[in-house]
């Protein structure tokens, strides 16, 4: 199988198929916090998210939403002038706030030029049920995409991670969101200390068992003032080599189903916060080694999937 070529269902082959042209993401800085940072669960956040809040690529986060989508778009128009726009709601929590001010941020965000819909990013615990009828509405009217930081689907290691929710609390959030046919994407992160290859396969197995249209499979960052970083620097862990980072994403698009999107391989650590692996600073020289190796093993995205259909009940095709 293969998706223009490569051999795996790729975000940049399913928006070209749904709008018929090339769409690219602007991130942005809705002005939001997080539970996990404001007290209500932590004040220090996930032990791996940087003090931005996962918006260390947004340009100028201080300025307004227009002016943040206009410098990110003149840079995109170098290389594609007449593309279409998703504008993505990266940093922090941005289904947490009232629901007035949620609404009025979306609006704007759509209103900007070339906007063809909506990518947000949040939290599973933050989907209360005045935010989720504001993404209905929202659904119905544009395209729109949910990003919920899952990570792992165990308990222990969440705990470790301080991800400050429990199992049941996403299955919940994948469930509200999919019985309104918003489209839901996952991400997962590979290589945090203490999980086994085994462990991070048991969590790619549940994804392909949900109701979700996509996932990103993040390598895991160690990023300067983190209190990962603070834990590293006291006890040293053993971080992913890129080679075996570049076969366990193959194992994990193997076990994935074919119509998944695949939002991201590898993520992005600011280089001027990286502190490991350092391999990964070159971001698109991983991408065509997992391409090349996808190649010499003969794979592609859902080779064994069909192997897990039987206690894959209840999945659909599409949201």
């Known amino acids: 199988m293969n998706w223009d070529g490569i051999s795996y269902h790729s975000l940049n082959y399913y928006l070209r198929k749904k709008f018929n042209d090339k769409v690219l993401k602007i991130s942005l800085d809705g002005g939001f916090t997080c539970p996990n940072r404001d007290g209500t669960i932590s004040d220090r956040g996930c032990i791996f998210c940087s003090g931005r809040g996962s918006g260390d690529f947004i340009l100028s986060p201080d300025l307004s939403l227009n002016e943040q989508f206009n410098k990110g778009r003149k840079l995109l128009e170098k290389k594609w002038p007449s593309g279409k726009y998703i504008a993505y709601f990266q940093a922090f929590t941005n289904t947490y706030a009232p629901v007035d001010i949620l609404r009025k941020k979306y609006e704007e965000a759509l209103s900007l030029p070339g906007v063809v819909g909506l990518a947000i990013a949040t939290r599973p615990d933050c989907l209360n049920d005045e935010v989720l009828e504001l993404l209905d509405e929202i659904n119905k009217k544009t395209f729109l995409w949910i990003e919920l930081g899952l990570q792992t689907m165990h308990e222990k290691t969440a705990s470790f991670i301080q991800r400050g929710y429990p199992l049941s609390c996403f299955n919940e959030a994948v469930y509200n969101l999919y019985k309104r046919k ?76 074919p119509d998944m999107v695949i939002h991201r391989l590898t993520g992005d650590g600011s280089k001027d916060l990286l502190v490991a692996p350092n391999w990964s600073k070159d971001k698109r020289g991983v991408l065509n080694s997992i391409h090349k190796r996808l190649k010499e093993r003969n794979t592609w995205q859902g080779k064994y999937y069909n192997n897990l259909a039987t206690i894959n009940i209840g999945r659909e095709k599409d949201v």
């Open 182 to 257: 918003i489209e839901i994407v996952v991400h997962l992160i590979l290589g945090i200390p203490g999980e086994s290859k085994e462990d991070m396969l048991s969590s790619v197995k549940f994804i392909s068992r949900q109701t979700v249209k996509g996932v990103k499979l993040h390598l895991l960052h160690i990023l300067k003032y983190t209190p990962l970083h603070e834990i590293y620097k006291k006890s040293p862990f053993k971080v992913l080599e890129k080679d075996e980072y570049v076969e366990l994403i193959i194992d994990c698009l193997e076990l994935l189903p």
